[in-house]
């Protein structure tokens, strides 16, 4: 049984605590894209973790975490994570699982991420985390592989191979002093050890944990309009947050998948550049981003905010498939007099219902709002759908009728108990 978790907006939808939440009826839970440029947030007594590149599931003692083909495995990142994690006290032994063929961030992807973006005229506001250099030399094929990684030799080989043309271009172009091989050699000499143990056929082990019965859960990272495909290109990122990733990036037929949950904030976030219709501006967006703690778990970036922007969550539905959704940090509106949701968008007088593919006619689009009564009450102790005010609840069934998917779960609260089932 496999079922697919993704975010159907900007990212930061909630997935890390969806995932703790879902996890629970799992027993393995797998990135399969994406690579720390991710930061899922969960907090369990009261305790906070941040994930990068390990699956939130990690925090549910016994399940087994992966890390797909399809993610970006920057070891430098996973050490330091693994070392947190640990100290915060969660037993992490064997139960980290990385693909032979997935790729690896290596110093000068960060360095190239980094200084591209600046050099743009206008910039994708990337994490830096060097993800889609990564993914550049993985089509370009130059990239190294965790495989390629295990063999001093080979990594080597390789290494000295890609090198000289990344530092002229580092050099040359963007007047950065080149990276030296034998310091990358000494840094990750080191890591191998530690990843070793880890490494392992995935697509095979997903398999053959699938036809025993297991329940896998394959958590996405980023979100539908991040996709580098069907998102606003190119304020995208350089993978498939989409449900389909999941086949190319775990290596599993696609008549394994069962099942798909979409997972939306109650509102709109998006950190970075790029189009957003329902952004919000000055007291509105300040009072959001604040009560929501609207701030990037991986950069601290300020995330923008706006209202539900039900055009894009209702193609996002229809794209991955979904066959429920979850709606995350309703308790955030609570106080608002009224609230508004994007229904449709303008643009040049010409009412579109869908989401354009175009980014040129995406940035220009006026959103068309339908507004509805807030409510005053705070709703982070409700623990069931009837528990919510009236005006909350007709909130949800109206969004529901708008993405035409069903909502199954309601999260009020960043803590392990604020979920309910609808
Ligand atoms: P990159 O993935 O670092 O290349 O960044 C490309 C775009 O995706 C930028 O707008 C980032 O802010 C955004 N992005 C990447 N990862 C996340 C995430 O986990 N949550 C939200 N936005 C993200």
């Known amino acids: 049984m496999v079922t697919v978790l993704v975010g159907t907006q900007w990212g930061d939808e909630g997935k890390g605590k969806v995932v703790d939440h879902l996890a629970a009826q799992a027993d393995i839970i797998a990135r399969y894209q994406g690579g720390a440029n991710a930061g899922h947030t969960v907090v369990v007594n009261g305790q906070r973790y941040v994930f990068h590149l390990i699956p939130s599931g990690i925090l549910r003692p016994g399940k087994v975490c ?65 993800i889609g250099a990564t993914y550049v030399d993985k089509y ?65 082990y997903l398999l053959e944990s ?12 980023q979100g539908t309009f991040l996709d580098v495909d069907f998102g606003t290109y190119p304020y995208v990122t350089a993978s498939h947050p989409v449900a389909g990733g999941v086949c190319t990036g775990l290596g599993l037929p696609p008549y394994k998948v069962n099942r798909v949950i979409g997972v939306a904030k109650a509102y709109t976030t998006r950190v970075g550049e790029g189009p957003f219709p329902t952004e919000l501006q000055g007291e509105l967006a300040e009072g959001l981003r604040q ?43 609570s106080g608002l007099e009224k609230i508004s949701v994007a ?19 995406f940035s220009r689009v006026q959103p068309v709002y339908e507004e509805m009564p807030g409510w005053k009450e705070d709703l982070s102790s409700a623990r069931r759908f009837n528990d919510l005010p009236l005006a909350a609840r007709q ?20 803590s392990r108990e604020q979920i309910f089932q609808r």
């Not at 961030?105 to 980094?114: C, G, I, R, V």
């Not at 229904?343 to 006619?361: F, G, M, Q, T, W």
């Not at 909502?407 to 009020?412: A, N, R």
């Open 210 to 221: 699938i036809n025993q019965g297991k329940r896998i859960l394959a958590e996405g990272a």
């Open 343 to 361: 229904v449709a968008y303008r643009h040049e007088n010409v009412l579109i219902k869908d989401y354009p593919l175009s980014s040129y006619v």
């Open 66 to 130: 992966v890390l797909g083909n399809g993610v970006v495995i920057d070891p430098v990142s996973l050490a330091e994570e693994i070392r947190l994690v640990e100290k915060q006290g969660v037993n992490i032994r064997g139960r980290i699982l990385i693909a032979e063929n997935a790729h690896l961030t290596l110093p000068y992807h960060k360095l190239l991420d980094q200084v591209e973006d600046k050099r743009r005229e206008k910039a994708i506001g990337t994490t830096g985390r060097g």
């Open 395 to 414: 909130y949800l069934e109206r969004i529901e009728q708008m993405v035409e998917t069903r909502i199954s779960l309601v999260s009020v609260g960043s």
């Open 140 to 204: 370009s094929r130059v990239g190294i592989r965790v495989v390629d990684f295990l063999d001093e030799t080979i990594f080597r080989e390789k290494l000295r191979t890609t090198l000289p043309l990344k530092n002229y271009l580092l050099e040359t172009y963007y007047g950065e002093k080149p990276i030296q091989a034998e310091k990358v050699e000494e840094e990750y000499d080191k890591l191998r050890p530690f990843l070793q143990p880890m490494v392992t056929d995935v697509s095979l």
């Open 291 to 333: 009560t929501g703690n609207e701030f990037g778990s991986t950069t601290g970036r300020p995330r923008r905010c706006g209202w539900f922007d039900a055009v894009l969550v209702k193609y996002a539905c229809r794209l991955n498939g979904c066959h429920e959704l979850v709606i995350t940090k309703l308790d955030v509106l």
